[in-house]
């Protein structure tokens, strides 16, 4: 069998997963294609994700764990483009926390500017020490005020800057950018240092990401999360009074309810497979022009391609950047998805490293395998519980009904997804580092 | 009177919990620089092992306790401390054999180390919220207080209380104690001078004699030891939560880096300058502040530089800055 | 003739799989001598030690240390057998102070090892002033008396120096000379490998000239000296 068939046939398996947890309720199957449906969807976002970590792990063996923090800013970037402008933000305190930020970075930027041209010495470090320390001041004597003005607007409901109430579509991109920026930063300072430290640096910035917007108010409503988030289509409820789509589900022999979530559902699925496939594709273009080969070359042998006057930390920096955006675009869809933005709901377990099983278990460096991945632990990530919960109660099917014991196991199924990840990502790593659909 | 009032608040809300803190996020960074030096690799899985070792010693705790064991004052979690530092060192020398070793023999790259131990925190994390929950759990007993805030005004007149938790006084001794032992056994036993021989120059130990499988085995033991001990240190100060053990990773690895990765005295050095900037900055001074200046000089906000939400901020700060100046961290530390 | 006390015979093979380097090699030190292996660079000089040494496959011929086959045994084996390794590069702890430089060189023997460690200070009185000091801090000479000496500690029957006199200045060099003849004085015998053809051979009882992983010239020192051909192919002139 050649590789080609064998590869069709795994997507082909995991489709079929996808379909008979539509069709059937037998076992780990749910039997509604609302439950399939949804499975799906998520699985394409993560299979964008993927695709983006293979860009860094694959190409260029870059160790990036702060994908929580990129995929957090493409949702906080959902938030910012799309919803609705709070009435009086600007007036009441958005245009000092926009003048206060700049005055942090003109800081930031006076300091290296100051660490850059002044010689080494007493004399910088007490004018550097100055000029962070009354910059920081400044900064918040503007902030403060500013923030507290625009979080008593109405706090029940709004008390943030809100957004510039622009098509969903657009926010996309957007949150790339955004996760892009962030990753520029990072990338900025620990490129070019052990490999260790990439990971360490961006396990960081992803915990701080996530603390500031759990409690940046202003910014992103916090922990009081922001709901009622725009769609790429109409909503439910409208189509239901819709009678030209009410007609359309009867001729199809549907209940209007259904019909209607499947509506919403399978367009953004076909959303969804869009951008993939144009992610798809240009990563596999990249892949294969010159600009891939380099990466790979970089990757194998950083010594050889740097002697060969390659710039190595510059094409790090950039394939970091790419592969942060792309896991910001695919955040930015999820939260799209979800029509709401709740940042403490965000948790490395979920969002970074299941995202790092699916990519090895996918195969590394190969971008369908990340895609296949992608969608197959996604799957498996949704039934871990089912199917622990199941073994559980077969195991302690022995137990008397009230043992303290089975209760507890019982109770606790839902902590097997992490050992069962773990167990995953160790056993694929073993033995079979290529993963499913190994680098050509 | 007032000045002295400013050193009491100063002690009581800064000093004292940065010292504890430091002494907590020392060992754990002494864990980890210990594995750097002698493994090669950053074990992601740090704040996990040490989230077991308290796991198995709090349930060893509530064992004793429904016996009727107890330390009197102190809380009985020290003595079921040695059982959690037991049980913790079968776990990670198990680890070692059945994980590490493959990719040892294999001399597989660091990255390779990094990305397994993930797999390896995951499953310990799986493990401990399976055993205990993935809640809140406090298990100290005994003396809350050595001094309470009450007592010290009654006792001193001053306006400001100083509480000194027993918590923070076993923090401290204990953590004198073990950097001692450690120090002394990698300074001047024969085993422990062939560990750092052997973190030194891997292939001139093995020219030597030094077997490099018992290093390994001993720097597992003694970093389970220092894992559990730091753990129930913080738990017992604090509180146990497995998703907390798992973010003290961040301020663990910063201290670590910030003395440099693989020296252990810059792991304690670190350790502190962590601690005490995370408290100072997250501390709001105005009551200092307020006993220090004039009257129309007093501060009317918090002088808070960070709210304690941003504590993390302030270790990735640090991380940071020693990243884009000095990778090598303040202390010579192995490699960049 | 009898055995040399240490001989790799006739060796062919290179590191792991790769293309053999060496080629029917022989390289030998009897008791009490200094045996020197020069030649042009790229000539599998370090790469015959090596072998010697059992730190790539031999494929071809033996190595026997007193008589008894060694060929089999890990290098970590044949410093049981009384073998003294100094590598070129990295060859001591550098986080680690001198004294205890010579401790983890005696790591294998389980006797009290101070008679050995002032027998050292005594052949290397630099090192007895600054025994409490990080080895990483000394100069480059003072380096590579530690690296014999903790090369010595495991009272060897026989040393192996790599290059012993890389990158120090000449002056240094002189004085590594004097000291390695102090060290075959004592009646250990030593093979060691030479980038200074023309000094090592004026202190060799016995010298190698390697081409290309073969033997090209052998004879004593003087002998390799005298010998026109050698002279104007690899002392200059």
Known sequence: MNATVKHSLMFAF????????????????????????????????????????????????LFNIGIMGFTALGGLAVVLVTSAPTPGAWSEGGIGII?????????????????????????????????????????????????????????????????????????????????????????????????????????GIAEIIIAVMKNEDWLSRGVKNVVGLPRPMRKEIVLQEDPGFLETAASLGLDPVLASTLYVKITYSLLFTAVLLALLWMSQMGLKSPWGRMMRAIRDNEVAAEAMGKDVTRRHLQIFVLGSAICGIAGAMMTTLDGQLTP????????????????????????????????????????????????????????????????????????????????????????????????? | MDLLNAIVALTNYVMIPAIAYGSQLALGALGVTLIYGVLRFSNFAHGDSMAFGTMVTILVTWWMQSMGINLGPLPTALLALPFGILATMGLLLFTDRVVYKFYREQKAKPVIFVMVSLGVMFMMNGLVRFIIGPGDQ???????????????????????????????????????????????????????????????????????????????????????????????????????????YFQLLLPIFASAIVGGLGNPLGAIAGGFIIAFSEVSITYAWKKVLGYMMPENLQPDSLVQLLSTDYKFAVSFGILLIVLLFKPTGLFKGQSV | ??????????????????????????????????????????????????????????????????????????????????????????????????????????????????????????????????????????????????????????????????????????IVMDELFDRIIEVARTGIPILMVEQNARQALEIADKGYVLVQGRNAFTGTGKELLADPEVRKSFLGG
């Not at chain 1, 089912?386 to 196991?409: C, E, I, Q, R, Y």
């Not at chain 3, 000394?138 to 026989?158: E, N, Y």
């Not at chain 3, 790599?162 to 200045?169: F, K, L, M, R, Y």
Request: with cysteine; net charge neutral.
């Open chain 1, 14 to 61: 995991v489709g079929l997963l996808i379909i008979l947890d539509g069709t059937t309720s037998y076992g780990i199957f749910s039997g509604t294609w609302n439950s399939a449906l949804g499975i799906l969807n998520m699985g394409l976002v993560s299979a964008i994700m993927a695709l983006g970590v293979n860009l860094q792990w694959g190409f260029a063996g």
């Open chain 1, 99 to 203: 003048m206060a930020l700049v005055l942090g970075a003109m800081t930031v930027v006076a300091a290296v500017m100051i660490t850059k041209k002044m010689p080494p010495g007493k004399q910088r470090m007490l004018i550097l020490g100055a000029v962070l320390i009354g910059g920081f001041f400044a900064y918040r004597a503007i902030f403060d005020p500013a923030v507290s003005g625009l979080e008593a607007i109405n706090p029940a409901l709004l008390g943030s800057l809100g957004g510039l109430g622009l098509p969903v579509l657009l926010a996309w991109p957007a949150g790339g950018l955004l996760a892009a920026g962030a990753a520029w930063l990072i990338g900025k300072t620990a490129l070019g240092l052990r490999s260790d430290y990439l990971a360490i640096a961006t396990l």
């Open chain 1, 344 to 440: 403490g709901t965000y948790n490395p377990l979920r969002f970074t490293f299941l995202i790092w099983v699916m990519v090895v278990v996918g195969g590394s460096g190969n971008n369908f395998g990340a895609v296949l991945g992608g969608i197959l632990i996604w799957f498996f990530w949704i039934k871990v519980e089912p199917m622990g919960a199941g073994l559980m109660n077969f195991v302690t099917s022995g137990l008397a009904d009230d043992s303290a014991l089975k209760s507890h196991l019982l109770d606790s199924t839902a902590h097997m997804r992490l050992f069962t990840m773990g167990l995953i990502l160790l056993l694929v790593l073993r033995f079979s580092p290529r993963g499913l659909i190994p680098e050509k």
């Open chain 2, 138 to 244: 406090r298990f100290s007993d005994g003396e809350r207080f050595i001094i309470s805030a009450r007592d010290f005004k009654a006792m001193t007149g001053l306006r400001e209380g100083l509480a000194f938790k027993t918590s923070q006084s076993i923090t401290v001794i204990t953590a004198v104690v073990v950097v001692i032992a450690l120090f002394w056994f990698l300074n001047r036993t024969r085993t422990g001078k062939s560990m750092r021989a052997y973190s030194d120059n891997e292939d001139l130990a093995l020219l030597s004699g030094i077997n490099p499988e018992r290093v390994v085995m001993y720097t597992w033991m003694i970093v389970a030891g220092l894992a559990t001990i730091a753990g129930v240190l913080y738990g017992l100060d604090k509180s146990f939560k497995p998703f907390t």
């Open chain 3, 1 to 170: 003739m009898s055995e040399p006390f240490l001989i790799g015979d006739s060796m062919t093979g290179g590191y792991g799989k790769g293309p053999d380097i060496l080629h029917d090699c022989t390289i030998a030190v009897n008791r009490g001598e200094i045996a020197v292996i020069v030649g042009p660079n790229g000539a599998g000089k370090s790469t015959a030690m090596k072998a010697v040494f059992g730190m790539l496959n031999v494929r071809g011929g033996s190595v026997r240390l007193d008589g008894e086959d060694i060929t089999a045994l890990s290098p970590q084996d044949r410093v049981v057998k009384g073998m003294g390794f100094v590598p070129q590069n990295q060859n001591i702890f550098t986080s680690m102070t001198v004294e205890e430089n010579l401790e983890m060189g005696a790591f294998i023997r389980t006797d009290d090892i101070r008679e050995t460690m002032e027998q050292i200070y005594h052949l290397f009185p630099i090192l007895k002033d600054k025994r409490h000091q990080a080895a990483g801090e000394l100069s480059g000479g003072q380096r590579q008396q530690v690296a014999v000496g903790r090369a010595l500690m495991t009272q060897p029957k026989v040393l192996m120096l790599d290059e012993p006199t890389a990158g120090v200045s000449p």
